[in-house]
């Protein structure tokens, strides 16, 4: 294990007097063994449903978990539609697989209006699109025989900058695979009722009153003059549960990781928030993915004065609870557990804020995921600005919950949810649209 080979290269070191006297030079020097810390085990969390809580012991894979349960706030697919090629070899069994899959799920799936098109060609994709448009459909679901890469761009931007339309692409051949199909169509009729605004599971989290916000930055890809950008994802929570987001993005200068947009993208967060429920938040929790230590003062001292900034742009006098929080993934830090003498992977929920974070830092590491294979990284978490009176163990088992609450994927992932949806946002339009989509889209999932 990768235990065992840390602990054979430091007691390697350790013994060659070569090394060793390298190292002095440097004032180096290795342990004969990996540091031992204090660790905790955050609570196991239950997933709510319709009519049911599901305990998740010792599992971050809730496959088995969510066969045959109702989602807390399903959405029936009534006006929508499939395109397809002739090249697509069985594009009707679509609808019997999702209304399998829907029937379980209590998710009502009616018949959609099929669009035969004539070639896989990019310009017949959208003449098809255009035309639907008129129909007003909740969603097109876009069969491909393949996944090109330039006609699954067209497609989305036709759909995000010029109709306002959601669209679920498939791949056809994913659908002919006899063992899987209800698996995968039920996979697809998660993401569909998640992108039009339906809530599949919660997690108890008591905090009223509150917005999380979730900010990543990805790099565009495209040879025009937009490829010399990157894209700021901005997610921001706008119900209680957590589960439905407001949504913008920013092109800003390539490689540049701190956001210079940051007060206007709060502002309209907290308008829509407003609107949505009838008041604004009284305390903002932001978790700020994509940064370095080099950078967290210049995150204190641009974005966190930015954030501030957007309260006296709603209001002179509005002055909310504020926490910050940067989130790290890129790191070389390695927590393993030791079971009967052994060096195993941590579970997840393992929680060390102590013995090997900074001193002086408000900063601790998480394992909120599992792996089969290999080691389990941590993520770690430095708190840069708290105003609030919640406590450590408050944040951190916060953290833990967000990180249950993503809807592309049953199970905890290694970032909270909006982490996330900031980073497929970010992604989606650095990768394929290479602009932000219209107004209307901005309290859809759509980019899932």
Not at 204 to 210: S, Y
Not at 364 to 380: A, C, D, K
């Amino acid at each position: 294990t990768r235990g065992v080979r840390i602990n054979s290269l430091a007691q390697s070191a350790f013994k060659n007097t070569e090394a060793q006297a390298i190292m002095n030079t440097w004032g180096l020097g290795f342990n004969d063994n990996m540091i031992k810390c204090r660790a905790r085990k955050l609570p196991t969390q239950n997933i709510n449903l319709l009519e049911t809580s599901i305990s998740l012991r010792d599992t971050t894979d809730w496959n088995s978990a969510l066969r045959n349960v109702k989602f807390v706030e399903p959405v029936n697919l009534i006006n929508w539609a499939v395109i397809f090629s002739t090249l697509c070899e069985h594009p009707y069994t679509i609808t019997d697989n999702l209304k399998a899959a829907g029937r379980s799920f209590g998710i009502r799936v009616e018949e959609p209006k099929f669009v035969e098109i004539k070639s896989e060609s990019a310009s017949d994709y959208l003449g098809a699109i255009s035309q639907l448009k008129k129909e007003n459909p909740q969603i097109i679901v876009v069969l491909l025989e393949n996944k090109r890469k330039d006609r699954y761009d067209a497609i989305k931007r036709e759909c995000n900058l010029i109709h306002g339309l959601i669209t679920q692409v498939v791949v056809d051949k994913n659908l002919n695979r006899p063992q899987t199909v209800l698996s995968i169509a039920s996979k697809i009729l998660q993401q569909i009722n998640s992108k039009l605004g339906g809530e599949l599971w919660t997690i108890n989290i008591q905090l009223a009153k509150t917005m999380i916000v979730g900010i990543d930055v990805c790099h565009d890809t495209s040879n025009s003059e937009n490829g010399k950008k990157s894209m700021a994802g901005f997610c921001a929570s706008i119900n209680n549960n957590f589960s439905k987001y407001f949504s913008r993005v920013v092109a800003q200068e390539r490689g540049k990781e701190i956001i210079c947009a940051m007060a206007q993208l709060m502002e309209s967060a907290l308008k829509t928030y407003t609107i949505k429920n009838r008041e604004l938040p009284q305390r903002i929790i932001v978790y700020r993915d994509g940064v370095g230590d080099g950078m967290l003062q210049e995150v204190v001292t641009t974005e966190v004065a930015q954030i501030k900034e957007s309260f006296k742009l709603i209001h002179q006098q509005y002055n909310p609870e504020l926490i910050v929080i940067v989130v790290k993934k890129r790191i070389n830090t390695r927590l393993f557990s030791i079971v009967n003498g052994r060096l195993d992977n941590a579970v997840a929920g393992t929680i060390v804020d102590q013995d090997i974070v900074h001193k002086g830092w408000y900063d601790f590491y998480l394992i909120s995921q599992s792996v089969r294979q290999g080691t389990v990284t941590p993520t770690h978490y430095h708190v840069i600005e708290n105003s609030t009176i919640l406590t450590a163990d408050f944040i951190q088992n916060l953290t833990y919950k967000l990180c249950h609450l993503y809807y592309n994927w049953q199970g905890t992932i290694r970032v909270p949810a909006p982490c996330q949806y900031a980073h497929k946002l970010a992604f989606l339009v650095g990768q394929s649209i290479h602009k932000e989509p219209l107004e209307k889209m901005r309290c859809n999932l759509y980019f899932l």
